[in-house]
């Protein structure tokens, strides 16, 4: 069995690790058909860079255009060009909730975090129930201790949205961070009565069994009443 340290560090470990940020999901209906078909075709995305870096040259007021390179460059983990193109989208078109969210995303990964919040929190103006938006912001208010502000944000996530695997799994890890293992638990079955099969089903399962060892090693053992003790009593 695991040392109560061990146990302890597993726990630490999904805390500082596994709490995630989703991007939302780039609106493909929002690039022409024929640029987003040329796109798919294409190998990877260095080639799909080039490609968009050339349609802006030709159109650099197109917020559609800015979002998808955007994307890219966060599929490469070159959050600072993200960010750069997320904040042009949202220049060009404020009301683009994809945008916001996605520029929250990139400042958040560059450990930008008030200006991540004021990014999901414009999101919120324009969608105030918008599933990402909500989970990134409790996401971020937990990496900033506001844990009461971070709870608030998976509630409310949760009310709008029940079966949001997302929101349930940092619900739980709120849990965890607070030592509450017998809500983080419930929080993670949640998830995997979604879908044990995604990412985070499986996340969840691995962490539940986590939560179940530490519980068990937490556990007072009560003496045996039919053992007596030196004195025979």
Not at 52 to 76: I, M, R, T, V
Not at 105 to 116: E, F, S
Not at 148 to 173: C, K, V, W
Request: one cysteine or more.
């Amino acid at each position: 069995m695991k040392s109560v340290g061990a146990l302890v560090s597993s726990v630490i470990l999904i805390i500082t690790v596994m709490l995630v940020a989703t991007p939302l999901l780039a609106d493909t209906s929002r690039l022409p058909e024929d640029l987003q078909q040329k796109l798919d075709s294409l190998p990877d995305n260095a080639t799909r860079i080039e490609l968009l870096q050339e349609e802006l040259k030709k159109s650099p007021d197109d917020a559609a255009l800015h979002f998808a390179l955007g994307n890219l460059y966060l599929d490469e983990n070159k959050s600072q060009a993200a960010a750069d193109e997320f904040e042009a989208t949202t220049k060009l078109d404020p009301d683009f909730l994809g945008g916001w969210v996605n520029l929250g995303n990139a400042q958040d990964d560059l450990g930008q975090l008030d200006q991540a919040l004021k990014s999901y929190s414009q999101a919120l103006k324009l969608a105030p129930t918008d599933e990402k938006a909500l989970c990134n912001l409790g996401g971020v208010y937990f990496k900033k201790r506001e844990i009461g502000r971070a709870l608030d944000a998976f509630q409310t996530a949760i009310e709008h949205h029940p079966d949001s695997q997302l929101a349930h799994y940092n619900m739980a890890i709120l849990f965890a961070d607070a030592q509450v293992y017998r809500e983080a638990r419930r929080e993670w079955e949640k998830v995997v009565e979604v879908d044990p099969h995604s990412d985070l089903g499986e996340r969840s399962a691995a962490n539940i069994k986590i939560i179940e060892d530490l519980m068990k090693t937490e556990a007072p053992q009560l003496p045996d009443p039919k053992e007596k003790d030196a004195s025979g009593r």
